[in-house]
């Protein structure tokens, strides 16, 4: 897999003006692949250089997220497996930020968080728009500092994942909805 991916690599450095473009389709293709959205983040930083990276990775990453909202409203059986799997068990939604801040954990599944910004979206203008200030923090700081968080012990990983959920667990929305029927629940 390294023999390929690095091949893939040196192909998209060497296609000059279309490589920017290149590198964005593999963000959308991303999902079809298996590739961890930090790897191409990572990847992006290496190519293009930190300030250039990150503006392809977030184009990439934004256009992943709308293309993946396209396909769930396309495929309404899919939307209501994700609406009863998770739509029950939790009564807060999470807001953009905490989303922001849980994309920066590696092992959270970029498409389950991109359906988190679903539900408290009102519309795709608005999906669009908390998707784009989410995707910021993700491209950020894997293509500027992804060299550099690659090079973390076990130890540090894990401070710095306990971090960012402590981060997550204090930016959260302070208050709690609960439904009528729920808090009166008639036996």
């Known amino acids: 897999m390294s023999e390929a991916s690095s091949a893939l690599l040196s192909w998209i450095e060497h296609q000059g003006i279309l490589a920017p473009l290149l590198f964005i389709i593999i963000h959308l293709l991303r999902p079809f692949l298996f590739l961890p959205v930090m790897l191409v983040c990572i990847t992006g930083g290496v190519l293009f250089g930190p300030v250039a990276g990150t503006a392809y990775s977030v184009i990439g990453t934004l256009l992943s997220s709308l293309l993946f909202y396209r396909m769930i409203r396309l495929v309404p059986s899919g939307f209501r ?15 953009v930020r905490q989303v922001a801040v849980l994309r920066l954990i590696p092992f959270i599944h970029f498409h389950l968080l991109s359906y988190c910004l679903i539900e408290i979206s009102a519309d795709f203008k608005d999906y669009a728009k908390s998707s784009f200030f989410a995707n910021i923090p993700l491209a950020v700081v894997y293509t500027s500092m992804g060299q550099w968080i690659s090079l973390f012990s076990l130890p540090v990983f894990a401070a710095f994942v306990s971090l960012l959920l402590l981060l997550c667990f204090m930016i959260r929305s302070k208050s709690e909805v609960f439904v009528w029927k729920e808090f009166f629940h008639a036996s």
């Open 81 to 95: 497996k994700l609406q009863s799997m998770f739509g029950h068990s939790r009564r807060t939604k999470l807001t």
